[in-house]
Structure formats: structure tokens, C-alpha cells
């Protein structure tokens, strides 16, 4: 496909990126930990790690890892913790002592973390004392070698640590005695400052992080990404952030949390490489905390899904918010719901930019402009060294305009699913092509736009109905504050189209919503039947389960 879109790149962006072959994070990390020393790396709670701070803080950690732990070059090393200030200590850490990073959602279920750290070979791990109840009862499925426990105050000056340590725990369940042989991470860090540090030869084809991928549909998988990966996808983002907004200077919301590739990548790191801050979320789920963060910090750019930016909407404290110093408003991880961007760009002042990514992808493809006046409904333009194409059900590249699956070819894109060679090769072809499971469609501009995923397409009556269409009309009724659209089985039409909805008005009935559907959408897209929930089962980053909605609501009658 000709590379229609680079007419529409902002002013400075490039066509390429060319990182050297063998630059690795580790050079990424102290590079910018030398240049920025004095700035502000990381706020968390109004407690500030300094770049020199997380250098040294890190250094110690890589050390008290190769000496102490004896870990070995491409040895992996799981962190299961939230937003905090030992996260981005202990991430690199492991990275600077030649360790993979395994991350690992800190509200697991004791299975799943017995099968992510069984499936990845994590026999050392960094977790979050919270999570300690859910370590002991995967006990007996696990085989580790170290724990390291961290607490929300780590890293932070006396006595604020103690008092954030304090509230942490009060709000915990269960039992946070340490395991057997467990160490807490600042004595890990006072074993590491006693150490020396060597630094481990690797070049940009080593891997980084085994990132497993959301698992909304089925049991998770580890996408293998290298060095070269995330190095290639850093420069492709700060390639775009630094032809809108200043180095050094810029302060970043994070509330996605790290452990998730889309806030590792494009905000952590991306941020980090220019110098800017990251103000660290602890638990965007706690409103009243995250407006008050908002309230605090001078932030000039946030991240989010579709879900968070409806939250945050519905406070009655957001729109007090100061966004005088809000540059851009970047949304990825779902389709955001015209709705809830309209509403956004009216309280803000700013519209959101979407862009698109995935796992396997390191996880940015696509980035909207962000001088953009509105919101566009497209996801934007793919990255400088990106490659796509438009596939048509027959396998032919798909006419343009027309939609097809989305299929991405780049430096970002992964190796492979560890272990899962079978599983690899059906979605990384030999010719270095990765089939998304994603529909999307391009238009003259080089502008995609998502339709949606091919998992969740509805097939009525022979005809192809995108859900996403379907949650949009629904999401402009203002009795709506959340929606799903499923499919499910119909005797007479393959499938029929079920909504799943959050009521923000108690009185709405399903007779208004699928009157509403009806004056909007042709007759094979409206909604057989609806189904009131007092919440959407969602992924950690707000993603909805629909393969949970499906089995949940799919005999409804």
C-alpha cells in the first residue's frame, strides 16, 4: 500500500526512524537519566523521584539483582504492582541488570497468577504488600526463588512514607505478614547500594518484557517484545510528541497503569526520553483522589480509554479542574464513544486525539494529530517505519475506503507468543505481517478508522453489524451511562443485537432505548432486547469484556 498518509504528517515528523541496531533501553534509560538529572522523573501522591534519584535507585536494584539473586542475563522477573514510585525503580532495575520484565496485574485472582508466572518462568518476583492475601493463597502452585515486597511509600521521603505506608494498609485484606525469605524492597535496595553494578552486554534483538496480552478473549499469552521492539516504538512516539509539544517540560497523567504496554510505552518511557514527568495514578478507580491529583498538578497531556474519560466526566468536581496548561488528550485501548468525546472537548477545551495499538505491537501503530480542532471518529496515522494493509475476506487487499482487517508491519512489531509457536503463526506471517483481528478502513488522507474487532462482529441476517455502531447511537441517549452491544443467538437471523446497558437515569426502559435505536439505525442494526447492568465487566485499562457479556447475557430473553 502506498504510503498515502505521510502528505498528512505534521511539520518535522519523519517517514523513518532509524535507532541504532544495537541500542537497548538500558541506554535509552541512563541517557536520560545524564541529560534530565534534576528534573522531576516521577510524582506520585505529591512525592517527587528525581531522574538522578531513579538512576541510583535503579542502579542499586539491578545490583542487589545480580549479586544477590544471582539472576542471569534474559532471566525473567515479574512485577505486580500498581502505579507507585517502586514500579518504574524495580522496571528498570531489571532491565539495567540484563533481567526480562514480566508484568503482572496486582488485582489478579490467585490462578492467574499461578499461570502467568508458570507460564513465563518467573521464579523471582517484585509485589506490591497489598497483594501479598493473593501471593499466599497461589503458594502452592508457585516456584519461586526471591520476593521482594514493595510498599505504596517506598521511594518516597520521611514522613510522608510513613503516613502513605500507614493508609495503604487499612485499606488492605488479609494477612500482609511476609512470606518466608522475602525481602522488603528498600533492603533490597540498601543490599544493592553495597554492591557493584555490572553493566550486561546486549544487543537490540534481546528480549525486554514478555507482555502478556489483555486476555478478553481467552487465557492470556505472552507477546515476546525485544529491545529493538520498544526502542523502535519510543522513538516512533517521541518522534510525534516532539513536532507538538517541548522537551523537558511536559507533565503527564498516568492513570493507566504501568503494568499495561500502552502506559509503559507511551507514557512512561516516551515521557521519559524527553525529559517530562509522569504523575503517577495509584487507583484511577478512586475518583475523588484522581480529581484531587488533577486539581494539583499543572498537567499539560493525559492518557485514558473511553471509560476512564466518562468517569472523570461524571464528577462533580471535574469541570473545576484548571486545564488551562492541557495540550493534548491522547484516548487508546477501545473506541471512544462520540459522546463522551464531545462532552470531553466542551469541559476541557481540548478534544481527544485517538490512536491505536496493540500488545503485540509494543503496542503504537497509529496517532492521531494533535492539533486537531475536533474529534475525528479515526484513529490516525500510522507511525513513521509502519507498514499497513487492508485485507479483504478473500484475502486481497481490500479497495480503498473499504473496510477489511487491519494487518501492521514495523520495527514495533513483536517476535512471537512465548511458547506458542502455533499461535504465532497464525497471526505473524512470513513476511513479517501481523494480522490484528481488528477491522479497520483507510481513507484518501491515509486516515484509518476502526470498525471493529472481527471477534465481536454481529452477523444478522447475512448482514455485518460493527458493534461499535451500534454503542455509539446508544451512547448519545442521555439516559445512558455506559454501554455494551452483543450478538446473540436468533433462531431466524444468525444473530440478533443485544445491549447491555448502565443506567445513569433509573426510569429508562428498554422500549425508549430500542425506539431510540430504531430512529437512527436501519432495521437489521436495532437491538432485539436490552439488558440493565450495574456495571460492565471491563479489563484492568477499562477495556469491556464482551466475551464475558456474551456468555453473561447471551440466552437472555
Known amino acids: 500500500m502506498d504510503k498515502t498518509w505521510l502528505e498528512s504528517y505534521p511539520p518535522g515528523v519523519p517517514a523513518e526512524v532509524h535507532p541504532a541496531p544495537g541500542r537497548t533501553l538500558i541506554d ?20 517527587v523521584l528525581d531522574f538522578a534519584g531513579l538512576e541510583r535507585a ?53 490462578p492467574e497468577l499461578a499461570h502467568q ?14 497483594a501479598l492475601p493473593t501471593l499466599a493463597r497461589a503458594g502452592a502452585e508457585l ?42 524492597f528498600d533492603a533490597a535496595l540498601a543490599r544493592g547500594r553495597k554492591r557493584p553494578y ?19 478473549t481467552g487465557r492470556a499469552k505472552g507477546a515476546m517484545l525485544s529491545h529493538r521492539n520498544i526502542v523502535a516504538n519510543v522513538a516512533q512516539v517521541t518522534a510525534w510528541f516532539d513536532a507538538h509539544t517541548a522537551r523537558g517540560e511536559e507533565i503527564m497523567i498516568t492513570a493507566l497503569p504501568l503494568y499495561h504496554v500502552y502506559a509503559l510505552t507511551a507514557n512512561c518511557l516516551a515521557t521519559l526520553v524527553r525529559g517530562g514527568c509522569n504523575c503517577l495514578i495509584t487507583d484511577p478507580r478512586d475518583l475523588d483522589r484522581f480529581v484531587d491529583e488533577l486539581q494539583r498538578v499543572p498537567f499539560t497531556g493525559i492518557t485514558g480509554v473511553n471509560t476512564l474519560f466518562s468517569a472523570l466526566l461524571e464528577h462533580p468536581r471535574f469541570a473545576e479542574i484548571d486545564f488551562s496548561h492541557l495540550k493534548f488528550t491522547n484516548a487508546g485501548g477501545m473506541a471512544v464513544q462520540r459522546a463522551v468525546a464531545e462532552r470531553w472537548h466542551g469541559v476541557t477545551g481540548n478534544p481527544i486525539a485517538e490512536g491505536y495499538g496493540l500488545t503485540e505491537a509494543s503496542p503504537v501503530v497509529t496517532v492521531n494529530r494533535f492539533d486537531v480542532a475536533r474529534f475525528t471518529g479515526s484513529i490516525g496515522l500510522p507511525v513513521p517505519s509502519t507498514d499497513i494493509r487492508i485485507l479483504a475476506e478473500d484475502g486481497s487487499d481490500a479497495a480503498p475506503g473499504d473496510a477489511g482487517e487491519l494487518l501492521v508491519r514495523g520495527p514495533q512489531v513483536m517476535q512471537g507468543y512465548w511458547n506458542r509457536p502455533e499461535e504465532t503463526a497464525a497471526v505473524l506471517d512470513a513476511d513479517g505481517w501481523l494480522h490484528t483481528g481488528d477491522v479497520a478502513r483507510i481513507d484518501d488522507a491515509g486516515y484509518l478508522y476502526l470498525v471493529d474487532r472481527k471477534k465481536d462482529l454481529i ?63 436501519t432495521g437489521y442494526k436495532v437491538p432485539r432486547g436490552v439488558s440493565f447492568a450495574d456495571a460492565l465487566p471491563k479489563t484492568p485499562v477499562g477495556k469491556i469484556l464482551k466475551r464475558e457479556l456474551r456468555e453473561r447475557y447471551g440466552d437472555a430473553g
Open 143 to 184: 516456584t519461586l526463588d526471591q520476593v521482594v515486597v514493595t510498599r505504596l511509600g517506598d521511594c518516597m521521603p520521611w514522613p510522608k512514607r510513613w503516613l502513605v505506608d500507614f493508609l495503604a494498609r487499612r485499606r488492605a485484606h488479609g494477612d500482609l505478614a511476609l512470606p518466608p525469605g522475602a525481602l522488603r
Open 198 to 216: 555490572a553493566r550486561p552486554r546486549l544487543d537490540g534483538g534481546a528480549l525486554a518484557f514478555l507482555q502478556y496480552t489483555g486476555g478478553t
Open 58 to 110: 535503579s542502579r542499586a536494584f539491578a545490583a542487589y539483582l545480580q549479586h544477590d539473586c544471582g539472576l542471569a542475563v534474559g532471566e525473567r522477573v515479574a512485577l505486580m504492582m500498581p502505579n507507585m514510585l517502586a514500579y518504574p525503580v524495580a522496571l528498570a532495575g531489571v532491565l539495567r541488570a540484563g533481567g526480562v520484565v514480566v508484568n503482572v496485574n496486582p488485582l489478579y485472582t490467585a
Open 459 to 521: 452477523i444478522v441476517s447475512g448482514f455485518n453489524v460493527y458493534p461499535n455502531e451500534i454503542e455509539d447511537v446508544v451512547a448519545h441517549h442521555p439516559g445512558v451511562r455506559e454501554v455494551a452491544a452483543i450478538g446473540v443467538p436468533d433462531p431466524h437471523s444468525d444473530e440478533a443485537v443485544r445491549l447491555v446497558v448502565v443506567r445513569g437515569d433509573p426510569a429508562l426502559d428498554a422500549a425508549t432505548l430500542i425506539a431510540w435505536c430504531r430512529e437512527r439505525l
Open 117 to 130: 508466572l508458570a507460564d513465563a518462568g518467573a521464579r523471582r518476583l517484585v509485589v506490591f504488600e497489598n
Open 28 to 47: 535509552v534509560l541512563e541517557e536520560a537519566c545524564t541529560e534530565f538529572a534534576t528534573r522531576p522523573a516521577f510524582d506520585n501522591l505529591g512525592a
